[in-house]
Nanobody
Framework: QVQLVESGGGLVQAGDSLRLSCAAS????????MGWFRQAPGKEREFVAG????????YYADSVKGRFTISRDNTKNLVTLQMNSLKPEDTAVYYC?????????????????WGQGTQVTVSS
């Protein structure tokens, strides 16, 4: 079992940066694949970034590649998403998710545990 709590969201202007954090509790965190997803009003939840259990492999949606960076610290049970050069289209609720059963997946259905989400709003 893994419990996840996101923080770091807020209101920023286009071009600004934000750093989201996901604090995890539970013994299986270090063996879990972690992902960040986002959901804008009226849209489906979409994959943003994922990281393998060791942190050695990372994956990004094309829309954020080169602007966002996912990382993890297994000694602190922490996953972060550094978001640079933010755009209004990045506005969404961002969710942290954990999957202890599969390699990194772009599908939300593969993830067993979810945080409550944190709002990111980017104004133009």
């Amino acid at each position: 079992q893994v419990q996840l709590v996101e923080s770091g969201g807020g209101l920023v202007q286009a071009g600004d940066s934000l750093r989201l954090s996901c604090a995890a509790s539970g013994r299986t965190f270090s063996s879990s694949v972690m992902g960040w997803f986002r959901q804008a009003p009226g849209k489906e939840r979409e994959f943003v970034a994922g990281i393998s259990w060791s942190g050695g492999s990372t994956y990004y949606a094309d829309s954020v590649k080169g602007r966002f960076t996912i990382s993890r610290d297994n000694t602190k049970n922490l996953v972060t998403l550094q978001m640079n050069s933010l755009k209004p289209e990045d506005t969404a609720v961002y969710y942290c998710a954990a999957d202890g059963r599969h390699p990194v997946s772009y599908s939300a259905r593969s993830y067993d545990y979810w945080g409550q989400g944190t709002q990111v709003t980017v104004s133009s």
